[in-house]
C-alpha cells in the first residue's frame, strides 16, 4: 500500500519567516494530495490540495508543489503569524476514497 | 448541516468493557471512516465505508467493528476495550468521486473527536 513520510517533525519558526513542510510517497499511482491543519484539540480541517495534473497550487500565503518524477510535495506557508501554529498533515491517495497520511508535522510561529 | 457529529466528546471505559462511538453526517456522503490519533503516529485508518451496507478494514482494525445500516451512520464498536485503545478517535466523511471511473477523490470532513481512556 502507499506509505507517506513527512519531515520535519517539529518546526519551530519566527513571526514572518517561511515554513516549509516536506512529504514524500510510494506509489506513482497516487493523484490527490491534500493538507490539513489541526489547532490544538480541535478537528483537522483541509487548507489546500493538489492533483496530479497541476505541479503548484496557491492560496494567499499558502502554496502546494508536487514533484511527481521525486514523487514528493511540499507546503510552503510565507510571513508565518502566530495563527498559523498547528499540526499539519500531508496525505496521498491512489484516486480512491481513502488517504495516506503522514504522521504530522507541528509548526510553531514564536512572535 | 450540522456535518459531521461524533458523541461522545469523552469516555472513560475499563479494561474488558464494550462501548459504541456514533458518527453521523447529514451531507450525504457516501464515504465514511474512522481514525485514531496517537502521538507522533499521525492519522491511523482503522475502517472506512463505500456506502451503505459495504464496509472494510483499514491499517489497524483489529479490536473494533464497524457497521454500515444507512447513509448517515457509521458506529465504530469497542469489542473488549484495552488500554492499548486510549486514542482520539476521529469520524471523517467525503463526497468523493474517482476521476478515472468517473468520480473525483475529494475532501475529507471530520467530526470533533472522541477521546477515549482505557483503564
Known amino acids: 500500500g502507499e506509505n507517506v513520510e513527512q519531515h520535519p517533525s517539529t518546526l519551530s519558526v519566527q513571526e514572518g519567516d517561511s515554513a516549509v513542510i516536506k512529504c514524500t510517497y510510494s506509489?506513482?499511482?497516487?493523484?490527490?494530495f491534500p493538507w490539513y491543519k489541526q489547532e490544538l484539540g480541535k478537528r483537522p480541517q483541509l487548507i489546500i490540495d493538489?492533483?496530479?495534473?497541476?505541479g503548484e497550487k496557491k492560496d494567499q500565503r499558502i502554496a502546494v508543489t508536487l514533484n511527481k518524477t521525486a514523487k514528493h510535495f511540499s507546503l510552503h506557508i510565507t510571513e508565518t503569524q502566530p495563527e498559523d501554529s498547528a499540526v499539519y498533515f500531508c496525505?496521498?491517495?491512489?484516486?480512491?476514497?481513502?488517504?495516506?497520511f503522514g504522521r504530522g508535522t507541528s509548526l510553531i510561529v514564536h512572535p | 448541516n450540522a456535518g459531521v457529529t461524533q458523541t461522545p466528546k469523552f469516555q472513560v471505559l475499563k479494561t474488558g468493557q464494550s462501548m459504541t462511538l456514533q458518527c453521523a453526517q447529514d451531507?450525504?456522503?457516501?464515504?465514511m471512516s474512522w481514525y485514531r490519533q496517537d502521538p507522533g503516529m499521525g492519522l491511523r485508518l482503522i475502517h472506512y465505508?463505500?456506502?451503505?451496507?459495504?464496509?472494510d478494514q483499514g491499517e489497524v482494525p483489529n479490536g473494533y467493528n464497524v457497521s454500515r445500516s444507512t447513509t448517515e451512520d457509521f458506529p465504530l464498536r469497542l469489542l473488549s476495550a484495552a488500554p492499548s485503545q486510549t486514542s482520539v478517535y476521529f469520524c471523517?466523511?467525503?463526497?468523493?468521486?474517482?476521476?478515472?471511473?468517473?468520480?473525483?477523490?475529494?475532501?475529507?470532513?471530520f467530526g470533533e473527536g472522541s477521546r477515549l481512556t482505557v483503564l
Open positions: 465505508s463505500v456506502g451503505a451496507g459495504i464496509t
Open positions: 493538489i492533483r496530479s495534473n497541476v
Open positions: 451531507m450525504n456522503h457516501e464515504y
Open positions: 496525505a496521498a491517495s491512489i484516486g480512491s476514497y481513502i488517504p495516506t
Open positions: 471523517a466523511s467525503s463526497y468523493s468521486k474517482d476521476g478515472l471511473a468517473g468520480l473525483v477523490t475529494g475532501e475529507l470532513f
Open positions: 506509489d506513482s499511482a497516487s493523484n490527490y
